[in-house]
């Protein structure tokens, strides 16, 4: 059994920050990529990050430049620093991990609640 579990999601005023951590337990071999998705109301998910397990990163648009994943593979933790926030970013935020171990391919997290609003 591998499974992922969010945290810090929250309400935040825009302009401010929030960090989202995601870790992974269980019988785990390896994990390949790590990423963090985001759905918001009404809308389908999309990619806000990724990163690899040589810490290649990629972003969406809408992230780059004000948010930042980074991973500590001791912890099979990902990160994903979200700074300058704004009310669209307001969404359900979903882990992701590419994993090896008691269970190969893809796991997502059950994901965390981020609202940016005054």
């Known amino acids: 059994q591998v499974q992922l579990v969010e945290s810090g999601g929250g309400l935040v005023q825009p302009g401010g920050s929030l960090r989202l951590s995601c870790a992974a337990s269980?019988?785990?071999?390896?994990?390949?990529?790590m990423g963090w998705d985001r759905q918001a109301p009404g809308k389908e998910r999309e990619l806000v990050a990724r990163?690899?397990?040589?810490?290649?990163?990629n972003y969406a648009g809408s992230a780059t430049g004000r948010f930042t994943i980074s991973r500590d593979n001791a912890k099979n933790t990902v990160y994903l620093q979200m700074n300058s926030l704004k009310p669209e970013d307001t969404a359900v935020y979903y882990c992701?991990?590419?994993?090896?171990?008691?269970?190969?391919?893809?796991?997502w997290g059950q994901g965390t609640q981020v609202t940016v609003s005054s």
């Open positions: 269980g019988n785990i071999l390896r994990i390949n990529s």
């Open positions: 990163i690899s397990s040589g810490n290649t990163t």
């Open positions: 992701n991990a590419d994993v090896v171990g008691g269970i190969i391919g893809v796991i």
